[in-house]
């Protein structure tokens, strides 16, 4: 297995999610690479690759990441959750845009 899906600094995306299931259809096992920060907390990094795709990591060993998609598999990924308040920027902390600029 020489293809290998490259995580980028987003790392658990929509997009990501969607290459491993890509993957997928051709194989039951895909290969993913990461480096950097995300290499470093491999742990949490495989939590949510399990958590978001439905999937099995049966190996990792150092950047690399086998994750298995099981059988009986979802053709199509499942919906990413909602970002939390926090993840868009805070928005209950500094209100809405129009309170600053007062209302016309």
């Known amino acids: 297995m020489k293809d290998r899906i490259k995580m980028g600094r987003r790392g658990v995306a929509e997009g990501f999610v969607s290459q491993i299931y ?3 259809n051709t194989s ?3 290969k993913l690479y990461c480096k950097g920060k995300h290499a470093t907390n491999m742990k949490l990094l495989t939590e949510q690759l399990e958590e978001r795709t ?3 990591v049966v190996h990792k060993a ?3 990441v086998f994750l298995y998609r099981g059988e009986p ?3 199509e990924p499942p919906p990413m959750p909602a970002p939390t308040e926090e993840e868009e ?3 209950e902390t ?3 845009i ?3 600029l007062g209302s016309n």
Do not use: L, N, T, Y
């Open 28 to 30: 039951e096992v895909a």
């Open 98 to 100: 129009r309170d600053w």
């Open 73 to 75: 598999w979802p053709r």
């Open 54 to 56: 439905g999937g099995v």
């Open 89 to 91: 920027g805070g928005s």
């Open 94 to 96: 500094f209100g809405d």
């Open 62 to 64: 150092g950047g690399s």
């Open 22 to 24: 890509m993957r997928w």
